[in-house]
């Protein structure tokens, strides 16, 4: 079986890349900075009443470490539509992977203001993600059809 690559899917292994910086650069800053503004210590994941008296802060805190925790518990799923549907759509593929990054930005500002209702500010994700199913079960189709 021979693979063919194509310039267009540059743009999938840039998202790809972008991915890496949005979920293992920026959100991890963000929960350090937290980390050190509300004064929770390592290893703690998420703060308690037992080392942060501050209910607002301790939420705020928590709401940030929550919001990285879902963007990593979603990212297997992002990552492996992503790459499906960039075998044969590399172009939207890489759009929607895009969409469903900015998505995942507004998602983690939002929630991070620690008002868990403002995470819906990420809804793109939800399209993102979506379009990448559509067209990896379009893929899949084609293949068990022989088309």
Known sequence: MAIEMLPEHGY???VYVASMFVHNA??????????KKFGVKYPAMYATEAE???EKAR???NCVQRA???CLENLPTFLSLLGAAGIKYPVVAASAGAVYLLGKVLYFRGYSTGEPSKRMQGWPAYFGLLTLAGCTG???YSLIMGK
């Open 12 to 14: 999938v292994l840039a």
């Open 26 to 35: 920026y959100m991890p800053i963000q929960v350090g900075q937290a980390r």
């Open 52 to 54: 942060t008296k501050d």
């Open 59 to 61: 939420n705020t805190f």
């Open 68 to 70: 990285h925790q879902n």
């Open 138 to 140: 379009t893929l899949a």
